[in-house]
């Protein structure tokens, strides 16, 4: 097993039944063998430590816990729980992320810890690093969210990784940089949103070139900066110039 494959792994090594018995065992075999690879594995068990002692310290608000409850009566007790964890944990992240909350959580603000933010800025760049498709999918199910990104860029010229809220939902987020050209590629489920009825696919304005594409499952929005086209973020299989 290369490092490659091993970082795309790793955030799933201590989730039960989420990896083979075989690929359990190799990643282990390479954790114990590569410096590199062994730190970054520490660091993020040392973020989920830190994010279940945020979710244990977050008060659940009295409408979503008398919501929970009502749902609770009309669904088996052990399906709730678990989806009131999950959903305790997004919003538990949420508040580490922009230290105050909104809504419910108006005034239940989260301390900054500066090793903390340290450490969970280091894990996302080390999937950045790697820059290929399958570890950038693979940052983002670490996030919690299942997308499957273009393949005809080169994620070679990767730049960044977030996860965004667009009115109320969780979407991807991919920057490229190549040189003077700049990209943002913006992944959203077609659950959430559609593309508008006759909408023209591709649109320019004074600074940008905006286009829209989907497939069965996915809306792609693509933003190419200034002189910046598709075909400088391509693969040498897909570039046309």
Not at 15 to 31: I, P, S, V, W
Not at 49 to 67: D, F, G, K
Not at 216 to 234: A, C, N
Request: with cysteine; proline share 1%; glycine share 4%.
């Amino acid at each position: 097993m290369d490092c490659n494959l091993a970082r795309m792994l790793m955030p799933f090594a201590g989730r039960r039944g989420e990896l083979a018995t075989e690929e359990a065992h190799a990643l282990q075999a390479h954790l114990e063998h590569c410096g590199d690879c062994s730190k970054l594995a520490l660091a993020d068990a040392r973020w989920d430590e830190q994010l279940t002692r945020a979710i244990n310290a977050v008060e659940v608000p009295e409408r979503l816990a008398a919501l929970l409850k009502t749902s609770a009566s009309v669904e088996s007790s052990r399906i709730w729980r678990a989806k009131a964890w999950r959903y305790t944990a997004v919003v538990a992240s949420a508040c580490i992320v922009v230290s105050l909350a909104i809504g419910w959580w108006a005034t239940n603000k989260q301390s900054l810890d500066t090793q903390r933010l340290a450490e969970q800025e280091d894990l996302r760049e080390s999937f950045v690093l790697v820059r290929t498709q399958e570890t950038a999918e693979a940052y983002f199910r670490n996030q919690g969210l299942r997308v499957q990104l273009p393949s005809d860029f080169d994620y070679g010229f990767m730049s960044s990784l977030e996860v965004v809220e667009i009115e109320g939902h969780k979407a991807a987020q991919v920057e490229f940089q190549r040189g003077e050209h700049r990209a943002r590629l913006v992944v959203f489920s077609r659950r959430n949103f559609r593309i508008a009825k006759n909408a023209e696919r591709t649109a320019a304005a004074s600074h940008c070139v905006v286009e829209l594409s989907q497939n069965s499952d996915f809306v792609f929005l693509v933003i190419f900066y200034g002189e910046s086209r598709r075909q400088h973020f391509q693969t040498q299989s897909n570039s046309v110039g």
